[in-house]
């Protein structure tokens, strides 16, 4: 904001102080009123907000601290800085201690006053800022915006605003792209911690030897590099959230060292002695099969159990194609497309019989490929990629019979094998060495593949 957006209210039973605040911040370009004594700022305070009140704390009727108590509890967005002779200093540091933001001292110097008042001003807009984020987040991750008329997600939304507001751990399934971090923040920020952090990890793409130091931090010259004391991820969200996204690739060790915050809420950073307690609130998600995990050995039993108190299952987007259309409408707001556009039935159409393998961020992606593609932000169809051309709702399995219509043979396997790279992925975790290996073909061979479908990912895996 600049200057001459914010308001000043000078407090004064002196005249010519008054006078001298009032003409040299109106020089700096602030709006400024004055009032001869506290009643009389109270009586301003009620008719109008100010950003700043500057207060002398001796006055007669009602005093500084009175004005101080009235905007503590009913203009709480309004900063005040008291003003106080030398003698009297340790007033206004009670005063401080009450809610004043500063205090100046006479006699003072213009400089003096220029930056305390600039420093309030920047730090009330500073708390404008975050209160307005907050209330972003609050309003951006809220039920009434997760997507979805389905039965299945009608299912989802009730269920985890039941139990949002509890301590209880939340373990969040469901195939890639299904939205499960956007569940956890929905969790998160309608709980009673939605202002305290929300911390995500993605515990697949933290090496295993950082991870450690990641989640709990170290202490200075634990290990070679570690120049100072750094404070881990989990110690960041105390009070709040932390969201552990592929729990399932959690090393054997680090299971074991999540395990212990978990039952005891503490935990000791690396190198360290002392144990650190946190208040914080676990939801982990996956995409894989923990039981199974648990019963090859993979993944610790008490540690999933410790996990799983609250179970949120996310359909695939093939399992409620009725919110295709309610999806296409929140993605062609969030790119910013023009009028909006009109949607073609026949584009629909193939939106509605593609199976979706990625699930909702594919759908996100393509709507955006088909905008940038189209002209004037409108869709194209042309843009739709070619796997995504007029196939059945059965794509991905064997036909029995052909369509009446006829089928596009390119278009169907080129589906197929999309739905077979994807699932190799998926059990290989991401590696494409090893998702290759698994489909007994090369290295060469499946990154080529995937950048045919646009499925390419960074690194070599080799």
């Not at 009123?33 to 704390?57: H, N, T």
Request: glycine fraction near 8%; charged fraction near 30%; hydrophobic fraction near 40%.
């Amino acid at each position: 904001m600049s200057a001459e957006q914010y308001a000043i209210l000078v407090v004064d039973d002196e005249e010519s102080m008054r006078e001298f605040l009032t003409i040299m911040l109106h020089r700096e370009g602030y709006a400024v009123e004055a009032a001869f004594d506290g009643a009389q700022a109270v009586a301003r305070l009620k008719e109008r907000s100010y950003d700043l009140v500057i207060s002398d704390i001796k006055m007669p009727r009602l005093d500084g601290f009175g004005v101080l108590d009235y905007i503590t509890e009913s203009c709480p967005e309004t900063a005040i800085i008291m003003i106080t002779a030398f003698s009297t200093a340790q007033q206004a540091v009670e005063a401080m201690k009450k809610g004043a933001y500063d205090y100046i001292t006479k006699p003072f110097n213009n400089e003096e006053i220029r930056l305390v008042v600039k420093n309030a001003l920047e730090r009330k807009e500073l708390r404008r800022e975050n209160l307005e984020l907050k209330r972003e987040l609050g309003q951006r991750y809220s039920f009434n915006n997760l997507i979805g008329k389905s039965r299945s997600m009608q299912q989802v939304y009730h269920f985890i605003e039941k139990v949002a507001d509890s301590k209880a751990n939340v373990l969040i399934t469901g195939e890639s792209g299904t939205g499960k971090e956007l569940v956890a923040k929905a969790i998160h920020y309608n709980s009673r911690r939605k202002d305290q952090p929300f911390v995500p990890i993605n515990c697949g793409a933290i090496p295993e030897n950082l991870l450690e130091s990641e989640l709990f931090g170290h202490e200075k010259g634990s290990f070679t590099g570690a120049s100072q004391q750094k404070s881990g991820l989990f110690e960041v969200a105390d009070g709040g959230t932390v969201f552990l996204d592929e729990i399932a690739e959690l090393p054997p060790m680090m299971q074991v060292k999540l395990l212990r915050v978990l039952q005891d809420q503490e935990f000791r950073r690396v190198g360290g002695t002392r144990d650190i307690k946190v208040d914080v609130r676990l939801v982990a998600a996956t995409n894989k099969n923990l039981e199974t995990l648990v019963v090859e050995e993979k993944f610790r039993e008490d540690l999933y159990y410790r996990l799983n108190v609250i179970h949120v299952n996310l359909p695939p987007l093939k399992e409620r194609r009725e919110d295709i259309p309610l999806l296409l409408d929140h993605f062609l707001d969030k790119f910013g497309a023009s009028n909006p556009p009109a949607v073609p039935d026949t584009f629909l159409r193939r939106l509605l019989d593609y199976h979706w393998p990625g699930n909702i961020r594919e759908l996100e992606n393509t709507v955006e490929r088909c905008l940038v593609l189209g002209s004037d932000g409108r869709l194209s169809e042309d843009g739709l990629p070619r796997h995504i051309g007029g196939l059945p709702a059965t794509a991905g399995a064997v036909l029995e019979e052909l369509p009446e219509d006829g089928l596009d043979l390119d278009a169907y396997l080129g589906s197929i094998e999309q739905d077979i790279l994807l699932k190799a992925l998926d059990r290989c975790g991401g590696v494409r060495k090893k998702a290759a290996e698994l489909l007994c073909i090369s290295f060469r061979s499946i990154r080529y593949r995937l950048a045919k479908y646009g499925m390419a990912t960074e690194g070599d895996d080799e």
